[in-house]
Antibody
Framework: EVHLVESGGGLVQPGGSLRVSCAAS????????MSWVRQAPGKGLEWVAN????????FYVDSVKGRFTISRDNAKNSLYLQMNSLRAEDTAVYYC???????????????WGQGTLVTVSS | DIQMTQSPSAMSASVGDRVTITCRAS??????LAWFQQKPGKVPKRLIY???SLQSGVPSRFSGSGSGTEFTLTISSLQPEDFATYYC?????????FGGGTKVEIK
């Protein structure tokens, strides 16, 4: 069974940094695009970042460019999101989600992890 | 950026009703559209990919249609477990963008 488990969320002050992680199991992690999607409290879904199988392609929503970095370690079946210069508006549940297998650009965001809450507040 | 406009933003319906949710893209996205269901306090779940392909394990009462700029998610006969918020997603261009959501509530 495919399983994604996020960790690393918590309370951080504005301007601070945090790294969230996602441990993957049940599939050949290195063959898939991976993504981060966030959801502010009571709000809708917002795509944050994508990374391809060998980390040669990374894409970000404009609001996090230059502050967030997506990365992966295929040997550890793990996905990461390094978040710097955090702002109150970054407060959200951060989900990791599996993207398509390389060569298939259709099957985005299935499944999702349970999410980890990041709260940016003083 | 491609804007995804969902309508309605909320609706009330009864068990057994046929429900249609629309998503309009600000520019053509071919069929690069997916639909997700999110129940309160739960993780989003993909229902439809490539505009009309049913995700494995999803009941056949869910269907998707459309291409270009206008897409619909149809629930042929609403069941109690279908009360949730539904989101569309375009993945034709970066940034990937979700619609604002449609909350389906019990009438």
């Amino acid at each position: 069974e495919v399983h994604l488990v996020e960790s690393g969320g918590g309370l951080v002050q504005p301007g601070g940094s945090l790294r969230v992680s996602c441990a993957a199991s049940g599939f050949t992690f290195e063959n898939y695009w991976m993504s981060w999607v966030r959801q502010a409290p009571g709000k809708g879904l917002e795509w944050v970042a994508n990374i391809n199988r060998d980390s040669s392609e990374k894409f970000y929503v404009d609001s996090v460019k230059g502050r967030f970095t997506i990365s992966r370690d295929n040997a550890k079946n793990s996905l990461y999101l390094q978040m710097n210069s955090l702002r109150a508006e970054d407060t959200a549940v951060y989900y990791c989600a599996r993207g398509p297998v390389s060569g298939d650009y259709v099957r985005w965001f299935d499944p999702w992890g349970q999410g980890t809450l990041v709260t940016v507040s003083s | 950026d491609i804007q995804m406009t969902q309508s309605p933003s909320a609706m009330s319906a009864s068990v057994g009703d046929r429900v249609t949710i629309t998503c309009r893209a600000s520019q053509g996205i071919n069929n690069y559209l997916a639909w997700f269901q999110q129940k309160p306090g739960k993780v989003p779940k993909r229902l439809i990919y490539a505009a009309s392909s049913l995700q494995s394990g999803v009941p056949s009462r869910f269907s998707g249609s459309g291409s270009g700029t206008e897409f619909t998610l149809t629930i042929s006969s609403l069941q109690p477990e279908d009360f949730a918020t539904y989101y569309c997603l375009q993945h034709h261009n970066y940034p990937l963008t979700f619609g604002g959501g449609t909350k389906v509530e019990i009438k």
